[in-house]
């Protein structure tokens, strides 16, 4: 089955404070693609980042990071020095080989980050 | 603005009425993309077009529902004799040509669905 966890429905932190969110996926694919977006109260999905299958490497972007690991089949994004303009609705996604543009979306992490 | 524009953003309907909806991708982006989000959920796939084919389409697509993307720019979705149920954020995204995957979509504001 192709499925997305994202087990933390709602986190809030107080401003400045670091802020990790969970997304655990399943496939039997060898290859495909993980994303993340983030859904501000706007409500317009914004892409934050892609990574392939074959590459494990984590990514540092600004306040944002990402540290994905095969083993545990988890690829988790770190917000450090969080800020009010965080606070959104994230998915984590999943795109497998099977079916590239059937992208499958986990349920969500909603961020407030308090002043 | 370039991005992807949906419309209308918010659609009021009695039960049983039909709507439709329209989406414009981006416009060298030749895939385009319907989801629906309910309160609280991510995104579902709907259905997918690469130019003007429709290639794939969700089990969640009953008979009510048809999309069309007739000259591989602009798509519309229609739901037929609506129920309560389809109440719902109708997403829309387009993506560039390119190796299916390796590209990421890039999402309309939506078209938010009421059914009374």
């Known amino acids: 089955a192709q499925k997305v966890t994202q087990a933390q429905t709602e986190i809030s932190v107080v401003e400045k404070e670091d802020v990790t969110l969970d997304c655990v996926y399943e496939?039997?694919?060898?290859?495909?693609?993980l994303f993340w977006y983030k859904q501000p109260p706007s409500g317009e999905l914004v892409f934050l980042i892609r990574?392939?299958?074959?590459?494990?490497q984590n990514e540092i972007s600004g306040r944002y990071s990402w540290n994905f690991q095969k083993s545990t089949s988890s690829f988790n994004f770190t917000i450090t020095a969080s800020q009010v303009v965080d606070s959104a609705v994230y998915f984590c996604?999943?795109?497998?080989?099977?079916?590239?543009?059937?992208?499958?979306f986990g349920p969500g992490t909603s961020l407030s980050v308090i002043p | 603005d370039t991005g992807v524009s949906q419309d209308p953003r918010h659609k009021i309907t009695k039960r049983g009425q039909n709507v439709t909806f329209r989406c414009d991708p981006i416009?060298?982006?030749?895939?385009l993309y319907w989801y629906r989000q309910t309160l609280g959920q991510g995104p579902e796939f709907l259905t997918y077009?690469?130019?003007?084919?429709?290639?794939?389409k969700s089990r969640l697509l009953s008979d009510r529902f048809s999309a069309e993307r007739p000259k591989g720019s602009f798509s519309t979705l229609e739901i037929q004799r609506t129920e309560q149920g389809d109440s719902a954020m109708y997403l829309c995204?387009?993506?560039?040509?390119?190796?299916?995957?390796?590209?990421?979509?890039?999402f309309g504001p939506g078209t938010r669905l009421t059914v009374t």
């Open positions: 995204a387009s993506s560039p040509r390119g190796v299916a995957g390796l590209y990421e979509q890039y």
């Open positions: 496939t039997r694919d060898t290859t495909y693609y």
């Open positions: 990574r392939n299958s074959f590459d494990e």
């Open positions: 996604a999943l795109s497998p080989q099977t079916s590239y543009d059937k992208v499958i």
């Open positions: 416009s060298e982006h030749n895939r």
């Open positions: 077009f690469q130019n003007e084919a429709q290639l794939e």
